[in-house]
């Protein structure tokens, strides 16, 4: 149920992220209302993470899983009747709560069920891996569904398949809570709720107008005051939502920073990806979705020797080798153009899904085991959340380097494409008014043709730089997890928690 549970909570990823040329289209959005489609989802859960792992160890486990398949079956309803750009970020939101919930709540159950490090490695591995089938039949799923119906059925599955794992839920699952006296921080809670979403709101509005302009500003200053109440509140709280001393562990500091760093650079490229295949290859989605499911595809069928290999390897080597393949892969894909047909397309995907089949599963699993066995919900929920924080930044970053590139490139494309002047500056205010996406609304006439091959040359240049920019995100993970995924010395290790009266050894960097 743990692994259904995770896969009720991914789903919608990779299913709206091919939608959204269709979604962009149906709704007129820019590209900055399109990364907040994305990042609606991605806010809540990054924010309400960490309270979900706390409430759970308090209250129940059990509970706090059964309220995220309510949030997720009803976050999908609203997305399923939305009629506006901001209706289904509303529907998105409430989902994304439901994913808070249930990401902690899925690891931790699983740490409880499997106490034995060596034996839960297996079961954290099949976790991951529902996580991954999620996002590979996310696009298969929204590709069949557009070849025949409105974009908004992309939502209904997720509202049958939310209630009926409710229902076996409530039925098999049994509770359980942290031992110890947890309690609700909401000090904490509310300072990270304010840093997360003032940061991303902050970048997205920067890339899409300009980052002097006074909302921008704000938003970021207010980011940073929210982020130096956290650690204050934090380090002051009898009961921390996230006790900063788990980062004395080098293993649980390693792999949070990794899943932050990579995510922002692999989510970001995720979203450019599709708007490359919408835009400039104008395929349709369930073409994208043949292509897009190469990836998670390849990194199931690794992540499951990789798995294996835990017990023979050093998660140092797995997950830095891991991330070097995958930064190589981001780097053969800046040769794509409009033209790069399905076969060279193909084994760089599966390049690129082979080197997070060598990550996701080592860095879950060595983040729940580098902490006492009592912290195991704890230490998942926190490098959930600095993952989700790097999913949020992806889009909204990426986006703004897409945009910004490719709109001041498109002026010297058209001029090359002999589009007139007249016709360029109508393309330039459409551009400036509404995004990318505008110009294929514009009635061009004979020019058309022209000023749209333009616009894919400006798109790609965009791509380049995404791809440049989320290679070297994903090799300063990979140096990262080289320099800090060292093997522990030899004798116990150990670290005293906040509210934890005995002590446990806190620090390994194998699983076992």
Not at 81 to 88: D, G, H, K
Not at 318 to 336: C, E, K, M
Not at 353 to 359: D, I, N, P, Q, T
Request: with cysteine; glycine share 10%; aromatic share 6%.
């Amino acid at each position: 149920m743990a692994c259904v549970g995770v896969f009720v909570a991914y789903l919608p990823v990779t299913t709206v992220s091919v939608s959204l040329p269709a979604i962009q289209r149906a709704l007129h959005a820019s590209t900055a209302e399109l990364s907040w489609v994305s990042d609606a989802f991605v806010l809540p859960m990054a924010a309400l993470i960490l309270t979900a792992g706390v409430f759970g160890d308090v209250h129940g486990r059990k509970k706090v899983f059964l309220a995220g398949l309510l949030f997720s079956a009803a976050g999908a309803a609203i997305a399923l009747s939305a009629r506006s750009i901001e209706m289904l970020w509303v529907g998105q939101a409430v989902s994304g709560t439901g994913a808070a919930a249930l990401l902690p709540t899925t690891l931790a159950l699983i740490s409880h069920a499997v106490p034995d490090h060596r034996e839960r490695g297996k079961f954290v591995g099949l976790w991951a891996t529902s996580l991954m089938g999620a996002l590979a039949l996310g696009p298969v799923i929204a590709g069949l569904i557009l070849e025949h119906f409105a974009w908004r059925w992309i939502y209904l599955l997720p509202v049958p398949a939310s209630l009926l794992a409710l229902v076996l839920v409530a039925r098999f699952v049994s509770d359980s809570k942290a031992p110890g006296s947890r309690r609700l921080d909401w000090p904490g809670q509310i300072s990270a709720a304010v840093a997360i979403t003032a940061l991303v709101y902050g970048v997205i509005e920067g890339g899409a107008g300009s980052f002097t302009d006074a909302k921008v500003v704000v938003a970021l200053v207010l980011a940073a005051l929210g982020a130096v109440v956290f650690v204050f509140s934090e380090r002051r709280s009898a009961s921390p939502m996230l006790d900063l001393k788990l980062f004395r562990s080098p293993a649980f500091t390693a792999t949070t920073l990794v899943a932050m760093i990579s995510f922002l650079g692999l989510i970001g490229f995720f979203f450019a990806l599709s708007l490359y295949f919408g835009m400039v290859q104008q395929l349709t989605t369930l073409e994208s979705a043949g292509r897009m499911i190469l990836v998670t595809l390849a990194a199931i069928l690794v992540s499951q020797p990789a798995s294996r290999l835990m017990h023979r390897w050093s998660p140092r080597v797995l997950i830095t080798g891991g991330l070097l393949l995958t930064a190589a892969s981001l780097l053969t894909l800046t040769s794509v153009d409009a033209h790069t047909s399905y076969g060279s397309l193909s084994w760089r995907l599966l390049l690129l899904g082979a080197g997070l089949g060598f990550v996701i599963t080592p860095m879950t699993a060595t983040a729940v085991a580098s902490v006492p066995h009592r912290l195991a919900g704890m230490a998942a929920a926190g490098n959930n959340a600095f993952r989700q924080v790097g999913g949020a930044l992806g889009p909204a970053v990426l986006g703004a380097v897409l945009s910004t590139k490719a709109a001041n490139a498109l002026p010297g494309h058209l001029a090359d494409a002999g589009v007139s002047e007249a016709a360029a500056r109508r393309i330039g205010a459409a551009v400036d008014e509404g995004g990318l996406g505008a110009v294929a609304r514009l009635d061009l006439g004979a020019e058309r043709g022209r000023a749209l091959g333009a616009l894919s040359e400006a798109f790609l240049d965009g791509l380049h730089l995404c791809l440049i920019i989320a290679a070297i995100l994903t090799t300063l993970a990979a140096l990262v997890a080289a320099v800090l995924l060292r093997r522990p010395r030899p004798g116990p290790a150990s670290t005293k928690v906040a509210g934890s009266p005995d002590r446990e050894p806190a620090e390994s960097s194998t699983p076992a």
